[in-house]
Structure formats: C-alpha cells, structure tokens
C-alpha cells in the first residue's frame, strides 16, 4: 500500500501534475511534444540519499542511466560522486574531450576499432580512460590497432558475479571469468605483455543491484528474491577476498587501484565489501518505474515526458499522442511506460503504449481535454532521453533551465 505521504501517493502525483502544468503555462511559447523534463529536487535528494547509503565509499557515476550532459555534471560536482562509468568507449572519449570528467572506467568490452585508434593515440585520453576486457582477444584487438605500445592503456578484468547454486548461473550473462584461475590467467597475460596496465577489476552483481525485492503484488517473489540476494551477497563477498588477495600478490603489495561494484539497488550492500573501492550508480537519481520496489531505499521519480491529449472516442477514454516508449530487457508489461500524473490513469489491455498513440483509461480520464498534458515515468532510466534532444529542468514550479541530451549533441552511443 502506497503511504499517503509517499511520492507515489495519489496526492503527490497531483501535486506533480500541478507543478508541472504551472511550469508549462510560463514557457513563453508552447513546447513541443514529447517534452522531457527532470526534476531537479527530486534528483538532488536522489543524489544526497545515494552518498547517505554509499556511506563513504565513492560512488562511480553510470551514464548510461543519465544521458543529458548537464546533469553529469551535476551530479559529479558532488563530494561523493567520482568519476564515470561509461557505456561505450566513444561515449567515454567525448566525455573526456568535454572535460565532463578525467575518470571513466568503460563498463563493457569494446570491438570499436575507430575508437580503439583515436584512444591509442591519444596519451592523455589513454591516461584518463580505462578499459574492460574479459577476454585476451580484447587484448588483441588493440594491438592490431596501433603501431607502438608507447602508450599504455589502463584495464581492468570484467569478473562474473553471478550467484551458482545447484548447478544453476543466477545473474547477468556477462564475462566468462568466474573461478580464480580463469580470473589470474587474463591477469597474467595482461600483466606480462608490453603496453597494458592492469589497474582494477569489476563484478556487477546485477541480480541484487536490478532486481525489484518488495512488490506488493508479487510478495511471494519478493520473498524468494531476498533470499537470493542474500545468498548471492555472502558467496560474492567471499569470492571478491579470494580473488582480491589473488590479483594483489600478481600485481603488486599495492593492488588494483579500483574494484567496481553494484548497483543502485545494492549501494550498501556493495560498499559494505571492504574489497570494494567504489560503487556505481545511476538509475537512483532519476528512479524509472523499475526502480519502485526495493527495499533498500524509497523512490523519489525524478524523470518523466509529456504527450499530449489529441483525441477522446469516449468519454471514458483519452487518447495522447504518441507514448511507445518501451524500455529494454525481457518483454513484459513492466517494460512499458507507466502513466503517473494526473494519478488514475492506465493503459489498455489490447493497445498499450503506442508509436504513434496511446489510450488511456481510469477514473482520471473523462477530466482531461484536448491538448492537456499527461505524464509518464519511463520504465528505464537513461533510455528515455533518446527520445529527445531536449530536457528541462524543473526547480520548484518553474523550468529553470533547458538542457541537451546526447541525441541533442548529435551523438548516438
């Protein structure tokens, strides 16, 4: 049950709408549509609640769930944000042409041979970017691009955080790298070859930093889903020491000089590890509609887009233009956008959220008029900006600022 003085109770969301629709009427001419807008109060408490659960340990900025420049930047300009993690090795070299940050850490291998050329190139990019491999082939693949291995590149070994349990993998499919000596023997081959520098390391223990644990209507699951992550949390912690220890008598008394982890649901879990140097965050500050049922904090929705009313069939019915803004992942209503103020609207069972409409029904409905705005929440964090060039900012009741999305900048990762 929603708390009366939740951000999703019925009040607050037509406090929202009220909010919002002030904003709208100040604009000097009407906006175009679909008008992305973030709130700023929302994201600073996102951001200051995410340093509370961090609790010292830095927190690794993941652009992929932001996308709008500007608000990189705001969120870095925090004493307890460092750095970011990038999704892309092109992305990450624009960031660092920017002066967004001189610490970014590429989540994912690359295959990226322009990219690859431009970082090898480039010392002081290669001194601020550091890559992800799991694979010697990785390694490969950026010696066939450059001519002299006068430029180290930094990188660090994508670790499997999965949880194994009867036999069974629970946990994003990503690096191949489970046990210890398949850990040491990339290790090893990146230590022992000219060019590279083995700085950190990863393990992205998805399955309790993305998994909903406190659904109200799936409290069964929920209670499996603790259990899992909990499981998932003392197998890791021990796997990190061992592997830490591993990598630290290969490298060096010093050790690595980062170990990434988490997620915005598992902050402090992942910060409790003491093998863990930083924790990476990105969805907390704008809390898409996934993020709704964690146990681990409460969520503020800081992100939304508003379409508006072009048609009523009925009067039980109002239909916006535009709305098929599905978020990535395994197929499922959860995926779709949710409509969030004014409260009391759904999607219909047979059109969903539409390319080009979407009808909506409940006891909201039969109030709103043509060219009325209605407002959704995106199921994902940062996938909701590419559909935009444009985001404003809303501090208060009034837009303060309108500001570029990647898409804005020209810039597709």
Known sequence: MVRP?????????????????????????????????????????????????????????????????????????RDGFRGVLSYTLREALWLEEQEISDDLLVAYPTVDRDALGTLVASPRSAARITLMVDDVAHLDLVDSVRSSRAVPVRIAIDVDAGLRMGGQHVGPKRSPLHDVDEVLALARAVVDRPGFTLVGAMTYEGQVAGVPDDVPTARARSLVVRRLKDASLSQLTERRRVLAEALTALVGPAGLELWNAGGTGSVEASAADPVVTEVAAGSGLLVPALFDHYRSFDPRPAAYVGLPVTRRPSPTIATVHGGGFAASGAAGADRLPLPWAPPGLHLTGLEGAGEVQTPLTGPSAPMLSIGDLVWFRHAKAGELFEHGRTVQLLAGDRFAEEVRTYRGHGLVF
Do not use: I, M, Y
């Open 5 to 77: 003085d939740s951000p999703g109770s019925p009040a607050a969301r037509s406090r929202l709408w009220a909010r919002l629709d002030t904003a709208v009427r100040a604009l000097p001419t009407p906006p175009p549509t679909p008008l992305l807008v973030v709130d700023l109060d929302a994201f600073d408490a996102n951001a200051a609640d995410l340093e509370r659960r961090a609790g010292g340990t830095p927190l690794r900025l993941a652009s992929k769930s932001v996308r709008v420049p500007a608000l990189l930047r705001r969120a870095l300009a």
